[in-house]
């Protein structure tokens, strides 16, 4: 058997065997170098990078059936939430240098390392900004085949909305992550999810695919859409 | 009418699909500077008079808040729009715009700029975002409760250590400073005599009490080259102790120049708390008075709000002296008055308004006047919740043993673990 596969075939994202189990992967692409303190691994001539399923939705949600094929080499992707960059970086390895990824993030303090890492990673763009207001980060951020969103807003549906209107290609797609808990504590999550999905359809957006990650993230759901 | 884009490259007039430049960068760093100028409004940073010499007196939709926002500060008719197709469509198509307009040669060196330039001006906005003075406050409030950890931990084993020498004494000497004097400076017990004490500045009944306690002592011997390390360590313990007073008198000056308002109100600690718990001054600014009310006491909060229990009365401002001594019937309404006010003084210190400190004093004292008037008696009917049991709330203020242990409370514990002296529930902001 094969200790290195690839998910699906447009999309370089593995499973990697190692001794102790089987994790994801993604090929780094700035080798020798760590993010989050995540294994380096070389197979074949080639340095991979562990991805760690709990700390990325996206990660989450390849393991509960997405298509790996979301986000491909070359794609232009707008990342809403994106902290200190975990999973920027394997979206940054996956789109690869002809790729581009506009890191959105309101925290000074995160912003500070996501701009570290965009010193070594040429296809980041760290942009400080608050995602309630896409047009203030509209000077820098283009056209995109992908918006991403893990924000943990109360208002996190209307937010993906107005990123969607302004940037996304007509053929592109949206992921968003929703967590149950940071828009109601009280409401039933599923009864959150519902609304949410009805805020984002009333947008004139489909939501293609419904994900539960709730394994791998308590109450939390990720919708795929498009326009 | 005219319609205007802004890009890493430059300001753009334009017209259907074709664009004429108003402002093209020299370089990154110019670059960096007029657009993080755009962001933070600050008209010092973008040539405004350049621009509206090119504009002239026509009306001006932008895509971009904040030069719409700063053509209008100075005399032009601007508007922000974000549902216009034709803006929409350019701010979409900036890298193919760019190139048919010959700005750049290709899109690849389009990307190339746009990376450059946006690590700048995040690098910049950065910058004005951490210099403000309260977050220095913050990471000082927080040293303290870090501080606090260590002296706790290095009392803990200096009690247990010496206490295999002097088992008595831990009950005796309560107080961790002096028991940590007396480990560093008199030592084996065999030195316990009237001289020993001279610089420890105790009163003479205590001395007494010591000296005879030392003679009668349980505990092992302890050879003057076994006292040492632990000597050693006492004296550290007592220089973090230091510490801890200097940051707080630090965290004090610095709070009547970055939050004179809420220090009148709050006391310099409890408002440097609140900062941090807010994020910054000015989120704190940005809050209602009922979330001030309640900051700290999250968990009894989202209790309340998902099982329907009593929501909580206060948060961090129970440690406020006016609030945490009042009579439990009146400490409700008070927090919520004084919660009220708080959040005028951090409007006042975050925009920069004048000091109304003690105005806002003197109504919390009025107010609390007039409700000790209105509710002399705890209401009939009612139990209180026994906070604090009776007596409690002698000269000498409340006692930590006559707290009860099983009561959560903020600043004081959880269910039934009585916490170490000086250690506070406070929950760091991610």
């Known amino acids: ?227 | 009418m005219k319609k205007i884009l802004v890009s890493p490259l430059g300001i753009f007039g334009l017209e259907g699909a074709t664009l004429t430049p108003l402002l093209t960068f020299e370089n990154d760093e110019h670059a960096a500077e007029v657009l993080a100028g755009i962001r933070l409004e600050d008209p010092e940073r973008v040539p405004l008079d350049q621009l509206k010499e090119i504009l002239g007196e026509d009306e001006i939709q932008t895509h971009v808040p904040g030069l719409s926002r700063l053509l209008k500060s100075i005399g032009l008719e601007a508007k922000e729009v974000s549902d216009d197709e034709g803006l929409i469509a350019a701010i979409k198509g900036k890298p193919g715009l760019m190139v048919q307009a010959g700005i750049v040669a290709s899109q690849q060196e389009y990307y190339s700029l746009l990376h450059e330039r946006g690590l700048l001006t995040t690098g910049k906005l950065l910058q004005s975002a951490t210099t403000g003075r309260d977050k220095l406050v913050i990471q000082a409030i927080l040293f303290l409760d870090d501080l606090d950890k260590m002296t706790n931990l290095a009392v803990v084993r200096i009690r247990e250590w010496y206490g295999l020498h002097f088992p008595e004494l831990d009950r005796k000497v309560e107080n961790h400073a002096t028991y940590c004097r007396l480990v560093a400076f008199v030592g084996p017990r065999d030195r316990y005599d009237y001289d020993s004490f001279e610089q420890l500045n105790l009163p003479q009944s205590k001395i007494d009490q010591l000296v005879d306690l030392a003679r009668v002592s349980s505990g092992t011997e302890l050879k003057e080259e076994d006292w040492k390390p632990l000597r050693d360590l006492a004296k550290e313990t007592l220089n973090l102790m230091e510490q801890r007073k200097k940051v707080e008198d630090w965290i004090d000056s610095v709070m009547s120049d970055v939050a004179p308002n809420l220090k009148a109100l709050a006391g310099s600690l409890v408002a440097a708390r609140l900062i941090a718990m807010a994020g910054s001054l000015e989120d704190l600014a940005k809050k209602p008075a009922s979330k001030i009310q309640v900051l700290g006491a999250e968990k009894a909060l989202y209790r309340s709000l998902r099982t329907g229990t009593a929501p909580p009365k206060h948060g961090v401002i129970f440690q406020i002296p006016l609030i945490g001594k009042s009579p439990w019937w009146i400490r409700g309404k008070l927090a919520r008055f004084v919660a009220a006010k708080l959040a005028i003084a951090a409007r006042l210190d975050a925009f920069g308004g004048e000091f109304l400190g003690d105005v806002l004093n003197q109504q919390v004292h009025d107010r609390l006047e007039e409700l000790r008037k209105e509710f002399p008696q705890a209401p009939e009917g009612k139990k209180a919740i026994k906070v604090f049991p009776k007596g409690s709330f002698n000269a000498k203020g409340f006692s930590r043993k006559d707290q009860p242990k099983r009561h959560g409370h903020p600043g004081k514990g959880g269910k039934g673990r009585k916490r170490p002296h000086g250690k506070r529930k406070f929950k760091r902001k991610k």
């Open chain 1, 1 to 227: 058997m094969d200790t290195v596969q690839k998910l699906s075939e447009e999309s370089p994202v593995y499973w990697i065997d190692l001794p102790d189990g089987r994790s994801l992967a993604t090929i780094n692409l700035t080798p020798g170098e760590r993010v989050y303190g995540e294994r380096l691994v070389q197979r074949g001539g080639v340095e991979y990078r562990t991805w760690d399923y709990r700390r990325s939705k996206l990660a989450s949600a390849f393991l509960s059936g997405l298509e790996s094929s979301l986000v491909k080499p070359g794609d232009r992707v707008l990342y809403l939430g994106a902290a200190t960059g975990t999973t920027v970086s394997h979206v940054s390895d996956i789109i690869g240098e002809e790729g581009i990824v506009y890191a959105v993030e309101f925290s000074p303090r995160m912003v500070r390392n996501l701009s570290l890492l965009a010193n070594k990673r040429k296809n980041i763009v760290p942009i400080l900004g608050d995602a309630r207001y896409p047009s203030t980060y509209s000077d820098f951020v283009n056209e995109v085949d992908l918006v991403y969103e893990d924000v943990a807003q109360p208002f996190q549906a209307e937010i993906f909305v107005k990123n969607i209107k302004m940037f996304l290609a007509r053929k592109g797609k949206a992921f968003i992550a929703i967590k149950a808990k940071s828009i109601s504590q009280v409401e039933e999550p599923r009864k959150v999810f519902e609304e949410q999905r009805r805020v984002i359809a009333s947008a004139d957006i489909t939501v293609s695919e419904e994900i539960n990650i709730s394994k791998y993230h308590k109450d939390h759901m990720v919708f795929i859409c498009k326009l």
